[in-house]
């Protein structure tokens, strides 16, 4: 079983704006070749302690990454991290917040840029470091890096709508044609993700208010959208929780041990666990039912 991933990260994404404003991957969706999934973010609802608990499965009061001016590396395992230990192959069109997050902090652009180096967590990258580099260039970035190195893990992350909330607002023209801008380029794309062996998550960090921000409690701050694309996924009703989707990454990616929490409802079946680490001394949208979650062993309890 081919079990490479690619996850999309829309920064800034509201949930009703994507289930709204996102015809492509709604038409999918009415073809039972997706399915959209709420999910509730973690707080405080910003970009960095969020990147942080997606790819880690670590909340952010327990991630220590509480604000986006907080500059370090990771303390805790990662995506990027356990496909490395296991051998395998990461790539990232990302903002250079990643980069300090999970190769070198802090990021400079002359050296981290382009990277291109498998003792690095994010062994191959093109990272970014202006809100409004085009999404269309990520998108080329990334399909570059996945052309070149084939990827087992590539993570992509465009900022254009996290950019248009922040200049007009949640409820704005702008705000929603920069999504629907999204969508289309993302038509372009999953065709062919799908034929190269890719399971496909898109999700979003945060969502964005009418104050042109976002960091607190309110529902179009937290609501953010979960669309999952690929025969791996069982594309039936769950609860999907921010904190498990890290886990679930690695269960598609065949990883055993990773200790993160998933949630095995999301998965049509168990993919192949060949690929053993180191030992280390309303639309298709779900409804609410129980969810089968693993308990995290490590990371969560600390």
Not at 42 to 62: D, F, I, N, Q, W
Not at 71 to 76: A, T
Not at 154 to 173: C, E, R, T, V, W
Not at 230 to 254: A, I, K, R, W, Y
Request: net charge negative; aromatic share 8%; with cysteine.
């Amino acid at each position: 079983m081919n079990n490479k991933v690619i996850l999309v990260v829309l920064d800034g994404l509201n949930h009703q704006v994507a289930h709204d404003c996102m015809g492509y991957l709604n038409a999918l969706i009415e073809q039972d070749r997706a399915t959209l999934y709420p999910v509730i973010s973690e707080l405080p609802s910003m970009s960095r302690p969020l990147y942080e608990c997606l790819l880690t499965g670590v909340t952010p009061a327990k991630s220590g990454i509480v604000n986006n001016d907080i500059v370090r590396l990771s303390h805790h395992s990662s995506v990027f991290s356990l496909a490395k230990q296991a051998s395998l192959t990461t790539a990232a069109a990302a903002y250079h917040w990643m980069s300090e997050l999970y190769n070198i902090a802090p990021y400079n652009a002359v050296r981290d840029r382009f990277t291109d180096d498998p003792s690095l967590n994010i062994q191959h990258g093109c990272f970014y470091h202006m809100d409004h580099y085009p999404d269309e260039m990520v998108f080329l970035d990334a399909e570059n890096l996945r052309q070149q190195h084939n990827p087992d893990f590539l993570l992509i992350h465009p900022m254009n709508i996290d950019d248009a909330g922040h200049k007009f607002g949640l409820d704005s023209s702008q705000y929603r044609n920069t999504a629907r801008g999204a969508d289309i380029i993302l038509s372009n794309y999953v065709d062919v993700w799908l034929d190269a062996g890719y399971q496909i998550l898109i999700t979003s960090d945060h969502g964005m208010n009418n104050d042109r921000s976002h960091g607190g409690i309110l529902p179009e701050e937290r609501a953010v959208p979960l669309f999952v694309i690929g025969d791996s996924f069982s594309h039936q009703p769950t609860v999907m929780q921010q904190t498990e989707l890290c886990g679930n990454v690695c269960q598609l990616l065949g990883l055993v041990d990773h200790g993160k929490a998933y949630n095995s409802a999301l998965l049509n079946k168990q993919p192949e666990f060949i690929r053993q680490q180191p030992c280390n001394t309303s639309i298709k949208t779900s409804a609410s039912t129980n969810t089968n979650n693993q308990a995290e062993k490590s990371e969560n309890s600390l």
